[in-house]
């Protein structure tokens, strides 16, 4: 497939055409005008020699004719008149076999006289003024064409900079008035036109955000009831065994399920992050307590000596959902929690016997939980899954310093 030309390049090959037009116009206009000045010199000279011998030859005057190698006088009775010309009638003509000769045949008083000039100096004339016009079409049609592209560049500046604007948006839809600082064409059509696209992706965006503020409140009350009656119900001592594991299951379902309404959430918000000094130590202490709700005690070794420059709630949700899904994949039997100004590593280790998370050695991204993911995208962080009792949390430069 053909790639199309660029509006720099079409405005060239428009400049190359203009060019070579004015040029083969102005080429034609000069060949025609040195045409006219040959028979217009010739003519006049011719015509002046007529009357002037015709005149002294009708008051009887002994004249010659001119016999030079430039040019020839005959009278039309004349023995060394060429045969072609005598048959010539009166006006201009040129010579049917030397087109360098001019020939004028004119009836004066003293009878017709002919006369022929060479003008071979003139034709020599021509002949190099046609290679000056070959020139001057070449020339100028080049010279179009590069004052094409550098008057394009110019004429496209204000395209570029509309460009450059539209780039410069940010990923969250917001307004702008890109129409104000262009002109009141085309260019400001497609300005308007992007004005008003922004405007229906804000609007949008804001439909989306109360649509997501409503389904937070409504989803949230039903997971409280449930949470509450289960709460009430796993009280109740006379509960026979088998029927508290289930209900204890059930409401680690519903914390899950609670804990992944704030992740879609807290990925799904617009509003700018609040970023604050978080203490890793306790942040990790909240995220693993959240994590183990419901689960059998494991031993858990912490080591933050940092603070955090972050967004406390969703750093936490991020943390906490990783630590459950990792929880979730497979048996533990102690969880160490490492960070310093550059990562979050999580070990676990697992019980000889127990089944490998279903994952690669090798390194990769991504947590399997789209909302967990989207989450760390928005605090700038990266998970990598380093082996299956291993993964690793990258922060994003200057989130973290070591505390003194």
Same mark, same amino acid.
């Given at each position: 497939?053909?790639?199309?030309?660029?509006?720099?390049?079409?405005?060239?090959?428009?400049?190359?055409?203009?060019?070579?037009?004015?040029?083969?116009?102005?080429?034609?206009?000069?060949?025609?005008?040195?045409?006219?000045?040959?028979?217009?010199?010739?003519?006049?000279?011719?015509?002046?020699?007529?009357?002037?011998?015709?005149?002294?030859?009708?008051?009887?005057?002994?004249?010659?004719?001119?016999?030079?190698?430039?040019?020839?006088?005959?009278?039309?009775?004349?023995?060394?008149?060429?045969?072609?010309?005598?048959?010539?009638?009166?006006?201009?003509?040129?010579?049917?076999?030397?087109?360098?000769?001019?020939?004028?045949?004119?009836?004066?008083?003293?009878?017709?006289?002919?006369?022929?000039?060479?003008?071979?100096?003139?034709?020599?004339?021509?002949?190099?003024?046609?290679?000056?016009?070959?020139?001057?079409?070449?020339?100028?049609?080049?010279?179009?064409?590069?004052?094409?592209?550098?008057?394009?560049?110019?004429?496209?500046?204000?395209?570029?900079?509309?460009?450059?604007?539209?780039?410069?948006?940010?990923?969250?839809?917001?307004?702008?008035?890109?129409?104000?600082?262009? /002109?009141?064409?085309?260019?400001?059509?497609?300005?308007?036109?992007?004005?008003?696209?922004?405007?229906?992706?804000?609007?949008?965006?804001?439909?989306?955000?109360?649509?997501?503020?409503?389904?937070?409140?409504?989803?949230?009350?039903?997971?409280?009831?449930?949470?509450?009656?289960?709460?009430?119900?796993?009280?109740?001592?006379?509960?026979?065994?088998?029927?508290?594991?289930?209900?204890?299951?059930?409401?680690?379902?519903?914390?899950?399920?609670?804990?992944?309404?704030?992740?879609?959430?807290?990925?799904?918000?617009?509003?700018?992050?609040?970023?604050?000094?978080?203490?890793?130590?306790?942040?990790?202490?909240?995220?693993?307590?959240?994590?183990?709700?419901?689960?059998?005690?494991?031993?858990?070794?912490?080591?933050?000596?940092?603070?955090?420059?972050?967004?406390?709630?969703?750093?936490?949700?991020?943390?906490?959902?990783?630590?459950?899904?990792?929880?979730?994949?497979?048996?533990?039997?102690?969880?160490?929690?490492?960070?310093?100004?550059?990562?979050?590593?999580?070990?676990?280790?697992?019980?000889?016997? /127990?089944?490998?998370?279903?994952?690669?050695?090798?390194?990769?991204?991504?947590?399997?939980?789209?909302?967990?993911?989207?989450?760390?995208?928005?605090?700038?962080?990266?998970?990598?899954?380093?082996?299956?009792?291993?993964?690793?949390?990258?922060?994003?430069?200057?989130?973290?310093?070591?505390?003194?």
């Amino acid at each position: 497939m053909r790639t199309p030309l660029s509006l720099r390049q079409r405005f060239t090959l428009l400049a190359l055409l203009l060019g070579l037009v004015l040029s083969g116009l102005s080429a034609r206009i000069v060949l025609n005008m040195a045409d006219d000045y040959e028979y217009v010199v010739s003519g006049e000279i011719l015509r002046g020699q007529a009357e002037d011998y015709g005149q002294r030859l009708a008051r009887g005057q002994a004249v010659q004719l001119p016999t030079t190698h430039r040019l020839r006088g005959y009278r039309i009775q004349d023995p060394a008149l060429p045969a072609r010309y005598a048959q010539l009638p009166p006006g201009m003509h040129e010579d049917p076999t030397d087109e360098d000769i001019h020939v004028g045949v004119f009836d004066t008083a003293a009878g017709r006289l002919v006369f022929a000039i060479d003008m071979g100096d003139i034709e020599q004339m021509e002949h190099h003024l046609h290679q000056l016009v070959i020139t001057m079409i070449v020339v100028g049609t080049a010279l179009a064409g590069w004052l094409g592209w550098l008057l394009a560049g110019i004429a496209l500046q204000p395209l570029r900079r509309l460009a450059e604007g539209v780039e410069a948006l940010p990923v969250q839809p917001q307004p702008t008035q890109l129409a104000a600082g262009v /002109s009141h064409d085309a260019l400001g059509q497609l300005a308007a036109a992007i004005d008003a696209y922004q405007a229906r992706l804000v609007d949008a965006d804001a439909h989306e955000q109360a649509f997501l503020a409503d389904a937070s409140h409504e989803l949230r009350t039903p997971l409280a009831v449930i949470q509450g009656v289960t709460e009430v119900m796993l009280d109740d001592t006379a509960m026979p065994p088998q029927q508290h594991t289930r209900l204890a299951r059930l409401e680690r379902g519903v914390q899950d399920m609670g804990q992944l309404l704030e992740a879609m959430l807290a990925s799904a918000r617009r509003k700018p992050l609040t970023i604050e000094v978080v203490d890793a130590q306790a942040l990790l202490q909240d995220a693993s307590a959240r994590a183990l709700v419901g689960k059998p005690a494991i031993p858990i070794e912490i080591d933050a000596p940092v603070q955090l420059h972050t967004a406390r709630r969703e750093a936490l949700l991020l943390i906490a959902g990783l630590l459950r899904l990792f929880l979730q994949s497979q048996a533990c039997t102690h969880l160490h929690l490492r960070m310093d100004a550059h990562a979050l590593d999580i070990h676990i280790t697992a019980p000889a016997d /127990s089944a490998a998370m279903p994952r690669s050695a090798r390194a990769d991204t991504g947590t399997g939980s789209a909302l967990l993911d989207r989450l760390a995208v928005r605090l700038g962080w990266q998970v990598l899954i380093q082996a299956p009792t291993h993964i690793r949390l990258l922060l994003h430069p200057g989130a973290a310093v070591a505390t003194p």
